[in-house]
């Protein structure tokens, strides 16, 4: 009962506290003032240069004095367009500084309207950007009338009237906190817990992004909450790979880091999206961190790279690395059960040693350091669960979306079971409602809605959408899951992205179109659509390097009609594979496995905006360009997967 009072107590602590971003940082750089926050790599000497956490304070201030000396009033907001950098930390503390509201927009965004409905929206009247992004900027001013100055972290030899340099800033900056300290302190001291931080928009899986208005509070709250299922210390370091616009860098690193008196680095971006990709693993090596933020394509990577390695040390070391990797999977069953079967008593101590024998080697291809990787999206894998836990490198899958700030739920090394979303963070209310609005019992499924200091203030500039998904306080997510107990969320797909029969039943489809792409070499991409028709239909993009492959392992021509005819047969055993006789049979409930494939004949990228900003399919845009196919699929001929429109495809 004392634990439960002095838990309680700190909870009431935590909540009268209600701190901003402004009383954060303050907090936690009295704290830590001597470590060091961030690293950066100095592309001369080649050598990962820590800022300390008053220094990181100390700039930021000045940036935020040059921004009232630019004249950037309280509340306004400034689009931020950059690659991951020290500079975008400190900057966007500095926006933070001066009362501003920071309007974090993806460096994958084009010179398109994507770019130019943000600015516009947001009602941005800077914008700060780098040397890399600053040709989209200028290319898209002329429709954004409103934005008064262009900002760079960069110095350039072809400045134009409305450009200045931060180092032009920061001077204004030290100038006014010389002559108007006290203005400044007025400033940044008038900031409330309920005033804008972010507006952070969606990735557009609809016609027009919607605007998240993240708080101060927001923010602080959800790091508090963080703390509950998850922890790191001083001597931690972080390498952040993910882009920097979205919350989850902010929380789950930036903040969190702070918080616990750590520090962070990023891969050094470069000119490009490939050179940014081949400063990975260069980083890793160098920085050593001890933690990283994965998504589950950045996973499937690292094992990839490993696997290759392995590969090439010849027959008998990957035959002993399977071998290891099978024994240690089978030990640790689930994670949070490891080690409870009579068996596992002979099976440990040859984990042991092979752990010192090839895992040890295995994780100095990940720096040597690491412990754990922090996991977004809450679809992951549970084979690649596994396989990162059997190596010694745990990844602690998580839960959240950007309207929560965003993390809901974490599997974490005091708690975790591979397959669920984790434990939920406190202090923090869930509930789970069917289709009736009507709460479901555990183990029940239905969409996972919540209540706390992290939900969103709303949507920018759309009251309608922020009354549906915000009812009475609770966030209404979209997305289905279920409680096992009291604390763990298994998220198993979108509540309203539903397959629905001819019958009205529902399914959600997420589950089958990971697990084709998963199970198979061949597919690349899955997509499944039911909208009460007489059956399911399969969106396919196949792996056309693999398929001609297949083709010449038949000794085949793989332009000719009879190899494509043979790719099509194996796409479709591929799919036959989950129905009876199949390796995979009983994964998934007949009735929704697809009774016909549409082989699509192009991948989804982002260049042809069949994928977001996120790497998320855009159901209705595949769906859309694909009608054709997708009708033809309904017809006796095209029921069966030999036919003209796939052929064609290939």
């Given at each position: 009962m004392k634990g439960e009072a002095t838990c309680a107590n700190l909870k009431n602590n935590i909540m009268a506290e209600r701190l901003t971003i402004i009383d954060f940082v303050e907090k936690y750089v009295a704290m830590y003032s001597k470590n060091p926050f961030l690293w950066e790599k100095n592309l001369d000497t080649n050598v990962w240069e820590p800022t300390t956490y008053e220094e990181t304070l100390a700039k930021a201030k000045r940036i935020a004095a040059g921004l009232m000396a630019l004249g950037v009033q309280k509340g306004e907001k400034i689009s931020y367009l950059s690659?991951?950098?020290?500079?975008?930390?400190?900057?966007?503390?500095?926006?933070?500084?001066a009362g501003a509201v920071n309007v974090p927009l993806s460096i994958k965004l084009g010179e398109t309207n994507d770019l130019v409905f943000r600015v516009k929206h947001s009602d941005s009247k800077y914008v700060i950007t780098s040397k890399f992004q600053l040709a989209k900027i200028r290319a898209v001013l002329p429709e954004c009338p409103m934005v008064e100055k262009v900002i760079l972290f960069d110095k350039i030899d072809d400045m134009k009237e409305n450009e200045i340099y931060i180092g032009d800033i920061i001077e204004m900056g030290d100038k006014f906190l010389a002559e108007h300290e006290d203005l400044f302190i007025q400033r940044y001291k008038s900031i409330g817990p309920d005033d804008y931080a972010n507006i952070s928009y969606t990735s557009g899986t609809t016609a027009d992004p919607k605007g998240i208005l993240l708080t101060h509070r927001n923010y602080t709250a959800n790091v508090e909450q963080a703390h509950s299922v998850i922890g790191v210390g001083p001597e931690d370091r972080m390498l952040i790979i993910l882009p920097l616009d979205h919350c989850f860098a902010h929380v789950a690193g930036f903040y969190t880091m702070m918080s616990y008196g750590a520090s962070l680095g990023m891969v050094p971006s470069g000119k490009s999206g490939k050179e940014a990709l081949r400063n990975i693993s260069p980083s890793i090596q160098e920085l050593k961190p001890s933690v990283m933020l994965s998504v589950p394509t950045l996973a499937k990577s690292f094992?990839?790279?490993?696997?290759?390695?392995?590969?090439?040390?010849?027959k008998t070391i990957e035959?002993?690395?399977?071998?290891?990797?099978?024994n240690a999977i089978a030990y640790n069953k689930e994670g949070y059960n490891k080690g409870t079967q009579f068996v596992d008593i002979f099976r440990k101590p040859l984990m042991l040693l092979f752990d010192k024998l090839i895992f040890k080697?295995?994780?100095q291809g990940l720096g040597g350091n690491m412990k754990f990787f922090v996991g977004g999206g809450a679809l992951l894998d549970i084979d690649l669960q596994r396989y990162y836990y059997a190596i010694g490198i745990p990844?602690?899958?998580?839960?959240?979306l950007s309207e929560a700030t965003p993390i809901i739920s974490a599997n974490s090394p005091a708690r975790h079971i591979f397959g669920s979303s984790g434990k939920i963070v406190q202090p923090m209310e869930i509930k789970i409602l069917d289709a009736d609005g009507i709460e479901q019992p555990f183990g029940s499924k239905g969409e996972i809605c919540i209540k706390g200091e992290n939900v969103m203030a709303g949507y920018w500039k759309n009251p309608k959408s922020t009354a549906d998904t915000i009812v009475d306080g609770w966030l209404h997510t979209g997305d289905m899951g279920y409680m096992r107990d009291a604390e763990m969320l298994y998220v198993v797909g979108r509540f309203k992205s539903l397959l629905i029969a001819a019958d009205g039943e529902k399914y959600s489809p997420e589950g089958i179109e990971e697990n084709l792409v998963e199970s198979s070499k061949y597919i690349d991409g899955a997509l499944l659509h039911n909208s009460q028709d007489p059956y399911t239909i399969a969106l396919i993009t196949p792996n056309k390097e693999a398929l001609k492959a297949y083709a010449k392992e038949l000794g085949l021509d793989p332009a000719s009609k009879e190899a494509k005819v043979k790719m099509l047969e194996l796409l479709q055993d591929e799919v036959n594979m989950y129905?009876?006789?199949?390796?995979?049979?009983?994964a998934f409930p007949e009735r929704w496995l697809p009774a016909a494939v549409c082989v699509l004949p192009e991948p989804w990228t982002e260049q042809n905006h069949f994928l977001n900003s996120s790497m998320k399919v855009v159901r209705g845009r595949v769906e859309e360009a694909y009608k054709?196919?997708?009708e033809y699929a309904y017809t006796p001929e095209g029921k069966n997967i030999v036919n003209d429109m796939n052929l064609a495809s290939l």
């Open positions: 690659e991951g950098r020290d500079m975008w930390v400190i900057g966007e503390l500095g926006v933070l500084y094992k990839k790279n490993i696997e290759t390695t392995i590969a090439k040390k010849g035959k002993l690395y399977n071998f290891a990797l099978k080697a295995v994780r990844m602690y899958q998580g839960y959240g129905r009876k006789g199949g390796r995979n049979f009983g054709a196919h997708m």
